[in-house]
């Protein structure tokens, strides 16, 4: 099948930095080493990459926002894998759709102009992130169809500057974000590979023997983000045609971890070639929409959709298609209980807009965390992640707080837990509740003594009106 195709990138090679040429001059014989690798306590392999600690803020947050946004966002169909499915693999909805609504020989290139953001207000944005709660934004920088959302020299014709919006949409929001809302961190998503580049296209012909596309567009693009926009979350995707050594994934890493300008701080993901996902990485992702219900040994993210069929924003989505409040606070306490971030994507559409029903679950999310953050930040797993009686009751504890999540309002305002043991110095409060007299909550052993029962108080008195949280002292794990 025929593709459109975007224009073979122009790089100019007197003087360049071997980083991003695409000769043998430039490369070593037998590999495909960069030599932008420097000297530092990590070498580019995974047995010494693996070896730095996770930076302690990553852990700390819990909570982030991703971000899908590119030309995609255009047609706004089906998913943001809308070019592949039109053009690749030709699905019947996506040819109908395109077929019906637009002229004979359309291209995708023909949507690039139309992504015209005109409505894009990053300080509007940064501010909703802030009320959101969140702690991190990770916005997609390129996706797989190569438009990049900044000014790159690696995408001529093909990115936010030259055609479409007209503007740096990554450092708009980049500098939106660190002068208005210090407490949130910026990151980036990468594709490494693009479906119909020429470049890629051409070593993937190749067996991937050769690794022009890598050299000359891929990470070359890596590169210059780390270095004029200094993320400190890079969000790996699209590696998994081929295998590490030809994306150059640990020369790049060793590069970041010990010369970059956010060496320090920046976390990354697993997925940097084949059979590298949920083995190696500052944290693990696994799969879309990761969760796995039991507590990990390493440091895990949930990258989940508030749209439960697409990360890029769908025109004819419906309300059903949402996730509601209670399901975001149930993903949130299961992950976190486990030891995962959660990082909560929305879907911005083509002239810039967060749709008001995922602005409204943000806004949700933060007026919650306003109450019950305790629960969340800087915490970790407790003994046991989840009630073994009630099923819906999640824990996590930090220092000598053990605190539940308890989904679900119990009936008779009389909850029963199996995990805790309680003694003479224990007291049982609720986040969001000031009783009275005392904001102490009555508990005792229920009546076969293996359980806990605490009576809730009067609901109208509860300041939170989803998921309610129990904040426990001197109690133990039975």
């Not at 504890?397 to 199996?418: R, T």
Request: proline letters at 5%; hydrophobic letters at 35%.
């Amino acid at each position: 099948m025929t593709h459109s195709s975007l224009p073979v990138p122009q790089i100019e090679e007197d003087g360049l930095d071997c980083r991003i040429r695409t000769d043998l001059a430039c490369t070593q014989a037998g590999s495909h080493s960069d030599v932008r690798a420097t000297q530092g306590d990590y070498e580019p392999t995974w047995e010494s990459l693996d070896t730095r600690p996770l930076p302690s803020w990553y852990d700390e947050v819990k909570i982030g926002i991703f971000l899908h946004w590119g030309v995609f966002s255009v047609p706004s169909f089906g998913s943001e894998w809308f070019w592949e499915y039109w053009q690749g693999s030709s699905s019947p909805d996506y040819v109908n759709f395109m077929e019906s609504n637009y002229r004979p020989n359309f291209t995708y290139q023909d949507f690039a102009p139309q992504f015209t953001a005109e409505f894009y207000d990053p300080v509007q944005w940064a501010k909703v992130f802030n009320a959101s709660g969140a702690r991190y934004i990770v916005l997609t920088s390129k996706h797989h169809e190569g438009f990049t959302n900044w000014p790159s020299k690696y995408s001529w014709n093909w990115n936010s500057m030259d055609v479409g919006p007209k503007r740096d949409l990554l450092g708009d929001l980049a500098d939106a974000i660190r002068d208005t809302t210090p407490n949130i961190r910026f990151g980036l998503y990468h594709s490494l590979f693009e479906w119909f580049n020429p470049l890629y296209l051409q070593d993937k012909h190749n067996n991937f023997s050769t690794n022009h596309f890598v050299l000359g567009k891929t990470m070359a693009e890596l590169y210059e983000l780390v270095e004029e926009y200094e993320p400190e979350v890079i969000w790996s995707d699209g590696d998994w045609e081929a295998q590490d050594w030809y994306w150059n994934s640990t020369v790049f890493l060793a590069w970041l971890f010990n010369s970059s300008p956010v060496k320090d701080s920046v976390v990354v993901n697993d997925r940097w070639g084949i059979g590298v996902t949920c083995k190696h990485g500052s944290f693990f992702t696994c799969s879309d929409r990761y969760n796995p219900g039991v507590l990990q040994e390493h440091k895990w993210e949930n990258a989940m959709t508030l749209d439960k069929a697409s990360w890029g924003y769908r025109r004819q989505a419906t309300v059903g298609d949402y996730l509601t409040i209670h399901d975001l606070l149930t993903t949130l306490a299961q992950t976190i209980s486990c030891g995962g971030n959660l990082l909560i994507n929305v879907g911005p559409t083509h002239d810039g807009r967060i749709p008001p029903i995922m602005e409204e679950r943000l806004r949700q999310l933060g007026a919650w965390l306003e109450i019950n953050g305790a629960a969340v930040y800087e915490t970790k797993p407790w003994t046991y992640q989840n009630d073994t009686l009630t099923q819906g009751v999640w824990y996590t504890e930090n220092n000598d707080h053990v605190y539940a999540f308890v989904l679900n309002w119990p009936e008779n305002d009389k909850l029963q837990l199996a995990t805790i043991v309680t003694s003479s110095d224990s007291k049982i409060t609720m986040l969001g509740y000031e009783g009275e007299l005392s904001s102490s909550l009555e508990f005792e052993p229920a009546a076969d003594a293996d359980t806990v029962e605490i009576t809730f108080p009067s609901m109208s008195k509860v300041a939170s009106q989803w998921v309610w949280v129990l904040d426990m002292t001197g109690v133990g794990p039975a």
